[in-house]
């Protein structure tokens, strides 16, 4: 159930492209300035702070993305849901644990570098504030830049990272999407039959999943392999979320259930009956390493279709 700051929806200011039935204007949410993307009657919200995507709604089948009632972008910590960018890396730091969990991309700002709208497509380009690597102390040289286009049939991420350093850069990432869902009892996550995942919850033991991924307890797995083509089928909401990734050889999938949820404290009470985190990602296995001057893109694209049982 979205916070009354939420259900108030962002107050739009200047708009910066129009045409061709879309639109991109600024506004301020939750605390924060965000870019609003329409096309024709879809809609998507992104924070310039961590370039996270807060928001995903169409026409009939509403909100596509689940967002904590108690996100907000005044405060530390990033909002719980949506997709946050976890680069340039994924989970805990590998050797630092003084280091924020899932590198510090969706804590920085990013820098508008992009908009247009135009034949039915809103799309912004934003870059990683480039001091936001040396405040890190990171000891590496990249460029981030994430590439969002709404149109009326779908959402698509693209997440470039340039190394402009002289030695190999070391890259785990995951575009850290939470689905919103009536009824996590009630949802699937379709293509993973016989992909091998790394059980996060039993000291990273390597199984191989047997049919589609249902959800009963907390689960918190890197599957790795053929996974570019996966869906999120929710029986209830009689809809289909297909997934479509590109530069990616794993997918995170994630629901806390109740005692996680509790420790997060951000999850809003029974929060996790409302979602499902399927993560579009370069992790565990499928972390990467960028030659001098080389790039990656990481790439997704979500379309919604609605399904009988
Ligand atoms: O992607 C799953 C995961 O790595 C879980 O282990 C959990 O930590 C989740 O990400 C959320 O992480 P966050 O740092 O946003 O609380």
Redesign the pocket.
Known sequence: MPSESQSDGPKIGRTIATGGGASVAEAEWLGGPVLVLAANDARAIVALKGAHLLSWSLPALGEQLWLSAVSRLDQDR?P?GGI?I?WPW??PHPDDADQP??GFARRAPWLLRAATAEAGVARVTLELDPDATKRAQWPFAAEAVLDIALDAGGLSLALTTRNLGTADLPLSQ?L?TYFRVADIAAVAVDGLDGCDYVD?LDDGRVKRQAGDVTFGAEL?RIYFGATASLAVRDRIEGRRTDIASSGSGSA?V?N?WIAKSER?GDMGPDGYRTMA?V?TANAGPDARRIPAGGQHRLAVRYTVQQIAD
């Open positions: 990033p719980r946050p976890c994924f989970g969990a899932h995951a850290h996060k918190d995170v994630w806390p997060l985190c993560e």
